[in-house]
């Protein structure tokens, strides 16, 4: 039996967690929006004092809590923190905690753990290349800063934050930065991804294109086993 694991990589605002999550829905599947574990601890060290250069600190942070997602909320000690973790304040500063090695090995472990119980969608920076490498599913989804940022700016004005374009603009393309250059699994297609550019799709039209790529590689498995 083909065990479906999808994993979904990309720079922030591609559409990767609102696709992620109706992919879920479409065939069943747990979803796992690991950014929201590294907005997590980066939310949880900041109310706690832990700066990044406290590595062993951060590490005893992550390995003192419990993490796990339910309906695509992420609940840390019993806790939903899914409006938290969104804060500009974690944003700002999350690509500088995801880039130390100690939180990625720990992160990664709980990762790993949960695409070897469930089947799942999974999206982040490196679910392809190095939490789920043999995923059958893999996708890279891109689209230009610009319209990420649009998307972005929209997204958290409907939520009535107050926020200028330009400074997403800006945020994005800094995280960008950071998340593809960092020396720990940097931001990187899968060789075996497919590559989508959502800049000119609508979200139901990434949606539909994934999940017939996944339907057609289950019938085409079941019809050869
Ligand atoms: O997808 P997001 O914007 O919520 O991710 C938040 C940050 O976490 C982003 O700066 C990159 C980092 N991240 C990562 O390094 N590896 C992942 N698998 C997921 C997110």
Redesign the pocket.
């Known amino acids: 039996m083909l065990k479906v694991l999808v994993a979904i990589d990309g720079p922030?605002g591609a559409g990767?967690?609102t696709i992620a999550k109706l992919v879920a829905k479409k065939f069943d599947l747990m979803y796992i929006?690991?950014?929201?574990?590294?907005?997590a601890i980066t939310y949880l060290a900041q109310i706690r004092n832990i700066p990044p250069s406290n590595v062993e600190g951060l590490c005893n942070l992550i390995n003192s809590i419990s993490m796990y997602f339910e309906n695509g909320k992420i609940i840390v000690n019993g806790e939903d923190l899914s409006a938290e973790i969104r804060d500009p304040n974690v944003?700002g500063n999350?690509?500088l905690y995801?880039?130390i090695p100690e939180v990625?090995t720990l992160l990664v472990k709980l990762q790993k753990d949960l695409a070897s119980e469930y089947e799942v969608v999974m999206?982040?920076?490196?679910?392809g290349t190095v939490?789920m490498p043999n995923a059958p599913f893999k996708f890279f989804l891109t689209a230009t800063p610009e319209i990420r940022a649009d998307r972005r700016y929209k997204e958290l004005k409907e939520k009535n934050q107050q926020i200028e374009y330009k400074d997403i603009l800006e945020e994005i393309i800094k995280?960008d930065y950071?998340?593809s250059n960092r020396q720990t699994?940097p931001?990187k297609k899968a060789k075996d991804a497919i590559e989508i550019d959502t800049t000119n799709y609508t979200i139901e039209e990434v949606v539909d294109e994934i999940s017939n790529l996944i339907q057609n590689t289950i019938i085409k498995r079941r019809k050869d086993s």
Not at 33 to 39: F, K, L, Q, S
Not at 123 to 127: K, L, M, P
């Open positions: 922030a990767k967690s929006d690991t950014g929201a574990m590294y907005r944003s999350v690509s995801a880039s990625r999206d982040g920076r490196d679910i939490v995280r950071i998340d699994s931001l």
